[in-house]
């Protein structure tokens, strides 16, 4: 059996000193079940934990406490894990948590001729990559490919060749192929990671 992308995204991952919380806004696909694990680090310490998917709403959703020393970083690195299910995939991400959005806008990637492409807008503040996944099955088997894209004065392109191993994996792929656009965050700015998820259009 095909087993379906979780499309776990990042939607809002803040740390909020005054509360001492983290408070993150995750959509996940409906498909999903379980729980996801938790791990926010800061201030040289992990704090963990699981929590719900929500399967009804199609997300993870949660306000959890940490340490006073970790809220007043107000910034710090969060790690989601998804562990799969019958009818999804497993799937991590890994982001900054900070209370300054960074406004990731993403056009939907494509692939035609070998090519994947996608471009965006990022707030101005933000240095650094874009990074885009690619997720599919072949043979039974998840495979992935990132490629990254610079941000330029608040904008991003992406125009990748891939591998000719990769343009051979999805000739024969099972089922569609997702994408994952992630901005990791960026600590000078006290900026938090954002991404978004969107199955890839064939042109």
């Known amino acids: 059996m095909v087993l379906h992308p979780a499309k776990l995204g990042v939607a809002r ?9 983290v408070d993150v806004l995750a959509p996940i ?25 929500d399967q009804a ?5 949660f306000r959890e406490g940490i340490s006073r020393a970790q809220a007043a970083m107000g910034t710090g690195i969060l790690t989601l894990r998804y562990a799969a299910n019958k009818r999804t995939r497993a799937q991590e991400v890994r982001l900054r948590a ?29 240095r650094g990559v874009v990074r885009v996944q690619l997720s599919w099955s072949t043979g039974g088997q998840d495979r ?8 330029r004065e608040g904008r991003w392109e992406l125009d990748d060749q891939l591998p000719k191993e990769v343009i051979a994996a999805l000739a024969v792929r099972e089922g569609t192929v997702h994408s994952y656009t992630l901005f990791t965050g960026y600590l000078p700015a006290r900026m938090r990671g954002e991404m978004q998820a ?6």
């Open 98 to 126: 900070a209370s300054r959005h960074a406004d990731l806008e993403v056009e939907r990637p494509t692939l035609a001729d070998g090519r994947l492409r996608t471009q965006g807008t990022v707030s101005r503040r933000a």
């Open 144 to 151: 992935t490919y990132e490629a990254k894209a610079h941000i």
């Open 29 to 53: 696909s409906k498909r999903a079940s379980g729980r996801v694990a938790v791990d926010f680090h800061a201030a040289g310490r992990h704090t963990r934990f699981s929590v719900p998917v």
């Open 198 to 203: 969107y199955q890839v259009a064939f042109d």
């Open 57 to 61: 709403n199609g997300r993870v959703r």
């Open 13 to 21: 991952s803040e740390v909020l000193r005054a509360s001492r919380a």
